[in-house]
Each structure stands twice: as structure tokens, then as C-alpha cells.
């Protein structure tokens, strides 16, 4: 198995565009996290889904983030509009049980300007 | 609720010697603990896992932690540190369904 597949690996765009993060998990696995990791913050877990059902979005830092997933083998991380303090690297992660060990992407670098 | 804390931001060790990484935790629940590893510019790799087996956990690299329930601890040691073995660690708890991040230990290994 290729392991957990986030694109892409780097992004840096303006502030006040829309920002798109994907992640494919390992296939077979029903939990996927989100997590953003900050100098100052550390890593943070912002939304995980177990069966495509977000169970726990309360690490969403605000309105402008979102997260879906619309079938076992794909997730998105979205920002609009997106702001100089989401830069962060952003890692996606995969379990087969909430609990589990889990199996983290490279990450998606992201830098707003 | 459930909580970690990573005792030290920073941890400075000399080669050849023994790293300890702190992380004491909080948890209404029975909970699983994990250490991850981030090397620069790579994604997390876990270190080890403890399930409610085993207090004392070995891991990859010659890593190993133990679980105290009594002082509520999962520290990380090593007893001999490698020039490889600087990165960022986090200690992560698992508890009722819900993963929560320690704020990571930074080693550094001096030569």
C-alpha cells in the first residue's frame, strides 16, 4: 500500500483565496484526522471521521474551515478565505479503528502571503 | 476531558547518552498513549503504542516508555542517544474516542 497520499506537498497562495487539501487514506481504514501543526500551537487535531461521518469537529479554528468526505478514499480540507496565520503544515491521517494506530500522511505545507 | 503535557519544549542530550522525553496526562477514560517521531520535513512515525497491555512498551529505535498510572506518566527514554535520533516528539493520548496532541519536545543531539 502507498500509505496515506496528501497533494499537495506544498502550497503557498494569497490571502483571501480558497485553499483546497486532499488526502486519500489507507484503503481499509474507516477513521481519518485532520491535524494542523503551528510553531506556536503545536500539533493540533482539527476533525476526525470514522465511516465518512465527521464525529468531531471542535478543533475547526473557525467558519472558514471545512472538511468533507465524500466516499472511503477521499478527504478534503478546505480554507476560504484563507488568512497569513493558517500557514501551517496540515497532516491527514488514517486508522483502521478510532484508536488505533494511525498512519500520517507527508503533509501539505501551507504558506498564505 | 483528557489532557497531555510535555513536560520540556526542548530536551538537549550528548551523544551516547540517555534521553528521557516527559509527557504526563490526563483522562476520565482508560486510555491509549502514543509517541510519534517528526523528523524534519517528513510526516509523523509512531514510536510505540500502550492499550492496557504491557506497562512497559518497547518501541522502534530503541525507544521504550512506561505507563504509571499512579503518577499519571508515559515518559519516553532511550539509554543511548544517536545523532539521528534529533526531531520533534509527541506524546498523544487517546481517550473515549477523542486524540489529543502533547505540544512536542524538540531533542537535540549534541556531538
Known amino acids: 500500500d502507498a500509505g496515506v497520499i496528501q497533494s499537495p506537498r506544498h502550497e503557498v497562495t494569497e490571502m483571501g483565496q480558497e485553499v483546497t487539501l486532499r488526502c486519500k487514506p489507507i484503503?481499509?481504514?474507516?477513521?481519518l484526522f485532520w491535524y494542523r501543526q503551528t510553531m506556536m500551537r503545536g500539533l493540533e487535531l482539527l476533525i476526525y471521521?470514522?465511516?465518512?461521518?465527521?464525529?468531531?469537529d471542535s478543533g475547526m479554528p473557525e467558519d472558514r474551515f471545512s472538511a468533507k468526505m465524500p466516499n472511503a478514499s477521499f478527504s478534503t480540507l478546505k480554507i476560504q478565505p484563507s488568512e497569513p496565520r493558517d500557514s501551517a503544515v496540515y497532516f491527514c491521517?488514517?486508522?483502521?479503528?478510532?484508536?488505533?494506530?494511525?498512519?500520517f500522511g507527508q503533509g501539505t505545507r501551507l504558506t498564505v502571503v | 476531558a483528557q489532557s497531555v503535557t510535555q513536560l520540556d519544549s526542548h530536551v538537549s542530550v550528548s551523544e551516547g547518552t540517555p534521553v528521557l522525553l516527559r509527557c504526563n496526562y490526563s483522562?476520565?477514560?482508560?486510555?491509549?498513549l502514543f509517541w510519534y517521531v517528526q523528523h524534519p520535513n517528513k510526516g509523523l512515525q509512531l514510536l510505540l503504542k500502550?492499550?492496557?497491555?504491557?506497562?512497559l512498551v518497547k518501541g522502534i529505535n530503541g525507544f521504550e516508555a512506561e505507563f504509571k498510572k499512579s503518577e499519571t506518566s508515559f515518559h519516553l527514554t532511550k539509554p543511548s542517544a544517536h545523532m539521528s535520533d534529533a526531531a520533534e516528539y509527541f506524546c498523544?493520548?487517546?481517550?473515549?474516542?477523542?486524540?489529543?496532541f502533547g505540544g512536542g519536545t524538540r531533542l537535540m543531539v549534541k556531538p
Open positions: 483522562s476520565s477514560y482508560s486510555p491509549s
Open positions: 471521521f470514522n465511516n465518512n461521518v465527521p464525529i468531531d
Open positions: 500502550y492499550t492496557s497491555a504491557a506497562t
Open positions: 491521517a488514517s486508522s483502521f479503528r478510532t484508536g488505533e494506530k494511525a498512519f
Open positions: 498523544v493520548i487517546n481517550a473515549g474516542n477523542m486524540l489529543t
Open positions: 484503503s481499509g481504514h474507516n477513521s
